[in-house]
């Protein structure tokens, strides 16, 4: 018997700077153990340099505070380079399964990681959007980010107790799919490999 699989949903915010990018926040939910945990990420001295003195990139990421998270550059417990191996070391390469929501953030994941088979995007799998999870789960706050209030819709935290209220509604049919799609994508890779 198939132990049941290990899933967690990774939520982040970014400002993608030409070919820069900066995260300032992200939340990781495990559903096994039903904890989550959010870091605010400091953005490199380079980073907070391309921003300072670029107007566009500037520009956007002022767009980007102003009507999203509100996050200081210099805010944060951990810088970038020690989120990445964190991230990789406990989270990546420990669930089988890996969620995220929206394109952008599953191509981000990949890329960064080198295209592994366990991030699986919800959007693929009939995910409301953020706009309609705040509408069927509007009692739900978040708890677990010191930065923002218990109710702030962009607040990574909030996020994915969304997603979270939305998978417990919708178990069965979304992990019917992700271990459908989990096996269809082992298969090809598997067909894929050269002949010994």
Same mark, same amino acid.
């Given at each position: 018997?198939?132990?049941?699989?290990?899933?967690?949903?990774?939520?982040?915010?970014?400002?993608?700077?030409?070919?820069?990018?900066?995260?300032?926040?992200?939340?990781?939910?495990?559903?096994?153990?039903?904890?989550?945990?959010?870091?605010?990420?400091?953005?490199?001295?380079?980073?907070? &340099? =391309?921003?300072?003195?670029?107007?566009?990139? @500037?520009?956007?990421?002022?767009? !980007?505070?102003?009507?999203?998270? $509100? /996050?200081?550059?210099?805010?944060?417990?951990?810088?970038?380079?020690?989120?990445?191996?964190?991230?990789?070391?406990?989270?990546?390469?420990?669930?089988? &399964? =890996?969620?995220?929501?929206?394109?952008?953030? @599953?191509?981000?994941?990949?890329? !960064?990681?080198?295209?592994?088979? $366990? /991030?699986?995007?919800?959007?693929?799998?009939?995910?409301?959007?953020?706009?309609?999870?705040?509408?069927?789960?509007?009692?739900?706050?978040?708890?677990?980010?010191?930065?923002?209030?218990?109710?702030?819709?962009?607040?990574?935290?909030?996020?994915?107790?969304?997603?979270?209220?939305?998978?417990?509604?919708?178990?069965?049919?979304?992990?019917?799919?992700?271990?459908?799609?989990?096996?269809?994508?082992?298969?090809?890779?598997?067909?894929?490999?050269?002949?010994?």
């Amino acid at each position: 018997m198939n132990p049941d699989p290990s899933v967690c949903l990774i939520d982040f915010n970014y400002v993608q700077l030409k070919d820069k990018i900066c995260i300032n926040e992200c939340s990781i939910y495990d559903f096994g153990r039903k904890v989550g945990q959010t870091f605010h990420i400091t953005a490199s001295k380079n980073i907070q &340099y =391309v921003i300072q003195h670029n107007k566009e990139s @500037q520009k956007q990421f002022t767009w !980007t505070q102003k009507f999203f998270q $509100n /996050i200081p550059l210099d805010y944060g417990t951990v810088r970038f380079t020690g989120f990445i191996r964190y991230l990789e070391k406990n989270v990546i390469d420990t669930y089988d &399964y =890996v969620l995220v929501k929206g394109n952008a953030k @599953q191509d981000m994941l990949n890329e !960064t990681f080198q295209k592994r088979i $366990n /991030i699986f995007n919800l959007d693929h799998f009939s995910c409301p959007s953020f706009a309609k999870l705040r509408y069927l789960y509007n009692n739900v706050n978040q708890n677990n980010c010191i930065f923002h209030n218990s109710d702030c819709k962009y607040c990574t935290a909030l996020k994915v107790n969304l997603i979270n209220h939305w998978m417990v509604d919708n178990f069965q049919a979304t992990f019917y799919h992700l271990r459908y799609k989990k096996d269809s994508e082992i298969a090809a890779c598997e067909l894929e490999l050269p002949y010994l």
